[in-house]
C-alpha cells in the first residue's frame, strides 16, 4: 500500500501541481506517509537548508492527504499564527487553486454553457491509485480548511462522519488552543516553538489517535524542543526517523542553488552563524566565545596604521576623496555602583577602503569629567579629514550628550546616530558586527607603529574574551566577563562597524537639524 499511495503521490505533483518532488524530498515523504497510513504515531524531524523546499514538500503532502485519505485531521503550528497561515496555508490553497483551473480547463468545464440549476462537473484527475474526484471546499477560512466527506468513504480514516480538514494555529504561548483531535501534527520552523507549548498543549491533542507528529525547521540554539526530539530519535528512545539536508546535499539536486548559497555565502560570511545554522545545519550551544581568535587575526592590515600613530596629515585611505569615517562611541555608564566596576569611554574609527573599512584608531578613557569628554570627542571628530558617520550609545547621559555634540558640530560633514542600547538593539549590533566581520569587510590596522603604541593590546585582549549567550528568538547577548575586564573597545568597535551601514553625509547647517533620535544625511 506504501508503495502504491507514494506512487500515487509522484504523480499527483507532477500530474496536478506541476512539481516534481526532489528524491531529498521524497524520503522524507515516504516515512511521513508510512506512519500516518499505518497509524503508527512514529516521530519525523526534517532539517533542511533555507530555500531547499521543505515549505513545498510540507503544502503537497498535506494537499494529497486532505484529498486521497478522506477523514484526516491535520494541525498545522507555527510561533506565530501569520507564519502558519502565510508559510503553510497559503501554499497548501495556492496548490489547490491551481490545481483546480488546471483541471477546469483540461475538461473544458468553464467553456461550455449549463443550464440554469446544473452542477458544475466534478473535476477528475487520473493517478495510479484511481480516478481522484476533487471537491470544492466545505469551509474555507484564512486559518482553516475542509473537504466533504466522499461518497464512498475509504482510507484508514474512512469510519469517520465528517470529511478531512487542516487548521492553521500559533504555538506561542498565550495563543488559545482549540480542543482538537488530530492525525497528524506538523510544527513548522521547530526549532522556534515553545517546548512546554509543545508538550502540554498541542501533541496532547493526537494521543488519542496515535498521531503522527512532523518536525521540520532548520537548527538554532540547542535548548529547544526541536533538537531534544532529533537527539531522542537518533539515540533510538523515541520512534522515528530524522532526515538532514544541508546546503551541499541540496547542491547535487539544484544546480542552481549552489549559486544561490555563494551568494548568501558572500552576504552573511560563510563562518558566521545565520550560515552555518541556516544552511550548514550547524547546531548552536548556549554560550561561547564570539570569535575564533586565530580567525579575527588574519584579518590584521600589518601595512596600515593607527591615525594617532602617523605623522600629522597622513592616513586618509585609499578609498574616494574626501575620505569616509565611521565611529563608534561608547560612554562610561553614569552609575559605576550599578556593577561595581568602572566603566571606560572608548571611541573606535573605521575608514572607508573601497568596498572595505578598516578599524584606524582607537581612544579609551576612564574617570574624565563630562565636560572634558565632551571637548575631546568634539576634538577627535572634527580632526579626521573627511566625511563621518558616528554612532553614540545614548543610554543614560549619552542622550544629552549627543544631542550637545551634533549641535556642536553642524556645519561639518558629520553625522551622529543615537542609539539605546537595548537587549534587543545590542544583539542586532552585534549580529550585524558578526556578519560583516565574517564576510572579510571589516579589518584591522596593525603595522609596527601601532603594535609598538599598545593600543591593539586592549583591544585584542576584549575580542578574545568576548562572550557570546544565545537567547530565544534568535537573540544573542555578548560581553567580557567580569573576571576577565571589560568590553568598552569592542562595544565601540561594533558601534563603528553599525555607524558604516549608513548612507554618505552631506554638510548641513544648524538650522536644518531635527531634534530626533538618528539624524541621517545623504
Request: proline share 6%; hydrophobic share 40%; net charge neutral.
Amino acid at each position: 500500500m506504501l508503495e502504491e499511495c507514494l506512487n500515487d503521490f509522484d504523480h499527483f505533483c507532477r500530474d496536478a501541481l506541476g512539481r516534481t518532488l526532489r528524491p531529498y524530498q521524497m524520503a522524507p515523504a515516504r516515512a511521513v506517509l508510512s506512519s500516518v497510513l499505518g497509524r503508527e504515531g512514529r516521530t519525523i524531524a526534517i532539517l533542511m537548508a533555507r530555500q531547499a523546499g521543505k515549505n513545498e514538500l510540507l503544502a503537497c503532502l498535506a494537499l494529497w492527504m486532505l484529498l486521497r485519505l478522506p477523514g484526516i485531521q491535520i494541525g498545522l503550528y507555527a510561533p506565530t499564527l501569520p507564519q502558519a497561515v502565510d508559510i503553510g496555508m497559503r501554499r497548501v490553497k495556492r496548490h489547490y487553486r491551481r490545481m483546480v483551473t488546471k483541471l477546469a480547463r483540461a475538461s473544458g468545464g468553464r467553456a461550455r454553457r449549463r443550464k440554469p440549476g446544473e452542477a458544475d462537473p466534478p473535476l477528475a484527475l487520473d493517478l495510479p491509485l484511481g480516478v481522484l474526484l476533487v471537491p470544492k471546499p466545505e469551509v474555507d477560512r484564512q486559518d482553516f480548511l475542509e473537504f466533504p466527506p466522499p461518497e464512498k468513504p475509504f482510507g484508514p480514516f474512512a469510519g469517520r462522519e465528517g470529511g478531512s480538514m487542516i487548521g492553521a494555529h500559533s504555538g506561542e504561548k498565550d495563543a488559545e488552543k482549540e480542543g482538537y483531535t488530530w492525525d497528524l501534527i506538523l510544527y513548522d520552523e521547530a526549532q522556534d516553538l515553545d517546548r512546554a507549548v509543545i508538550d502540554e498543549e498541542i501533541s496532547p491533542m493526537g494521543s488519542s489517535t496515535s498521531a503522527t507528529e512532523v518536525f521540520i525547521g532548520t537548527p538554532y540554539r540547542i535548548d529547544c524542543k526541536f533538537y531534544d526530539v532529533i537527539q531522542a530519535i537518533k539515540d533510538g528512545t523515541l520512534p522515528g526517523e530524522c532526515f538532514e539536508y544541508s546546503y551541499e546535499a541540496v547542491i547535487p539536486h539544484v544546480p542552481e542553488y549552489g549559486r544561490f548559497v555563494e551568494k548568501k555565502a558572500r552576504e552573511l560570511g560563510r563562518d558566521s552563524i545565520a550560515f552555518r545554522t541556516q544552511y550548514g545545519l550547524e547546531w548552536v550551544h548556549g554560550l561561547g566565545l564570539f570569535f575564533e581568535f586565530d580567525l579575527f587575526r588574519t584579518l590584521a592590515r600589518e601595512e596600515e596604521e593607527f591615525l594617532s600613530c602617523m605623522p600629522s596629515g597622513a592616513g586618509q585611505g585609499t578609498g574616494p576623496s574626501p575620505a569616509s569615517f565611521a565611529v563608534g562611541i561608547d560612554l562610561a555608564g553614569d552609575d559605576p555602583g550599578r556593577t561595581g566596576r568602572t566603566d571606560y569611554t572608548a571611541i573606535a574609527v573605521l575608514r572607508r577602503d573601497g568596498d572595505a573599512w578598516t578599524l584606524v584608531d582607537l581612544h579609551q578613557w576612564r574617570g574624565k569629567e563630562w565636560e572634558r569628554q565632551f571637548h575631546d570627542i568634539s576634538r577627535i571628530l572634527r580632526s579626521l579629514p573627511g566625511r563621518v558617520q558616528a554612532t553614540i550609545d545614548a543610554t543614560g547621559m549619552g542622550d544629552p550628550f549627543s544631542d550637545r555634540l551634533q549641535k556642536a558640530l553642524a556645519g561639518r560633514p558629520i553625522s551622529i546616530e543615537r542609539l539605546k542600547l537595548t537587549a534587543a538593539s545590542k544583539s542586532e549590533v552585534g549580529l550585524y558586527a558578526e556578519q560583516e566581520i565574517a564576510g572579510e569587510r571589516v579589518f584591522y590596522a596593525a603595522g609596527p607603529r601601532t603594535r609598538e603604541s599598545g593600543k591593539l593590546d586592549e583591544f585584542l585582549r576584549q575580542v578574545r574574551w568576548l562572550v557570546r549567550e544565545h537567547l530565544r528568538d534568535k537573540a544573542v547577548r555578548w560581553y567580557v566577563s567580569e573576571e576577565k575586564g571589560h568590553d568598552d573597545l569592542v562595544c565601540a568597535f561594533f558601534l563603528a562597524i553599525w555607524a558604516a551601514r549608513r548612507s554618505p553625509v552631506r554638510r548641513t547647517p544648524l538650522a536644518e537639524i531635527a531634534t530626533v533620535d538618528a539624524i541621517r544625511y545623504g
